[in-house]
C-alpha cells in the first residue's frame, strides 16, 4: 500500500510518500518539493519561477496540481492538512488551490483524510506548536526516518525543508489511523496524547476521527 500526506501551498507545496507492508509498517518513502530558488534545486526539489514561468496564478495552479497528482499516482490513501481558519495572507487564492488539487484528487478516486491543523501539532509535540518547534522534532528522528537530500537545505522552519517535514507529518498521522482501524494497534496501545487526537470532536467534526469517513471514500 502507498499513502501521501500533501503539505499544500500556492508557492511550494511538499509531497511525501510512504510505501507500507501487510503490517502497515514503511518500507520504502519518497518525496517531492517546490523551490524558486535554483540552487537548491534536485531531481526531488523541483524549480520554478512563478513570475517567469506562468502567465497568472491559475496557470501555476494547473501546474503544480498536476506535478502533485503524478507524485500521487498509485496511493490509495492521501492526508491533507485542513484550512486553518485563522489564517492570514492570500486566504482566497490558498482555498482555490488546495480546492482545485482536492477535486483533481476526487475525480481520480482517491480516498483523501482532511486533518484539522491543530490535530496535526498536537500528533508531533503540542497543539500550538510552530513551523521551528516541528522542525526540531523531525531532527530528533533517527538517521533511517529521514530524508537525506534535506538535510542541507535552509533550516528555521522555512521552505521548502519545512514543506517535506509537514508532508511527511501529515503521512505518518494517517499511517497511524491505518493501522488503528485496521486493528494492527489497539486504542489501548496509543499514548494519551494519541488517543485524545483520535477521540476529539468539535462543532464542526461532532464524530470522532475513527467513526469519520474518508472523503471519498465512497466514490471508490
Known amino acids: ?76 490513501y492521501v492526508a491533507i492538512e485542513d484550512y486553518a481558519y485563522g489564517a492570514m495572507g492570500a486566504v482566497f487564492h490558498i482555498g482555490e488551490f488546495c480546492g482545485y488539487v482536492k477535486h483533481c484528487l476526487y475525480e481520480q478516486e482517491y480516498i483523501m483524510r482532511l486533518y484539522e491543523p491543530t490535530t496535526v501539532k498536537k500528533f508531533i509535540i503540542r497543539g500550538n506548536a510552530d513551523k521551528i518547534l516541528i522542525e526540531e522534532e523531525y531532527d530528533k528522528l533517527p538517521k533511517k526516518e529521514k530524508f537525506a537530500e534535506i538535510e542541507d537545505l535552509p533550516r528555521g522552519g522555512k521552505s521548502p525543508r519545512c514543506d517535506v517535514i509537514d508532508a511527511y507529518n501529515l503521512a505518518k498521522l494517517l499511517q497511524l489511523e491505518l493501522k488503528v482501524r485496521a486493528g494492527i494497534i489497539t486504542v489501548r496501545d496509543l499514548t494519551d496524547k494519541q488517543r485524545e487526537i483520535f477521540n476529539k470532536v468539535s462543532k464542526k467534526n461532532p464524530e470522532n476521527l475513527l467513526v469519520r469517513p474518508f472523503l471519498g471514500e465512497a466514490v471508490c
Open 1 to 76: 500500500m502507498k499513502i501521501v500526506g500533501l503539505d499544500l501551498s500556492i508557492n511550494g507545496s511538499g509531497c511525501v510518500s510512504l510505501t507500507l507492508d501487510d503490517n502497515l509498517d514503511i518500507i520504502d518513502k519518497d518525496f517531492r518539493t517546490f523551490t524558486t530558488v535554483k540552487k537548491n534545486a534536485t531531481d526531488k526539489i523541483i524549480h520554478y519561477n512563478k513570475k517567469k514561468d506562468f502567465d497568472d496564478y491559475i496557470e501555476q495552479n494547473i501546474w503544480m496540481t498536476k506535478q502533485i497528482i503524478n507524485f500521487c499516482s498509485l496511493g490509495q
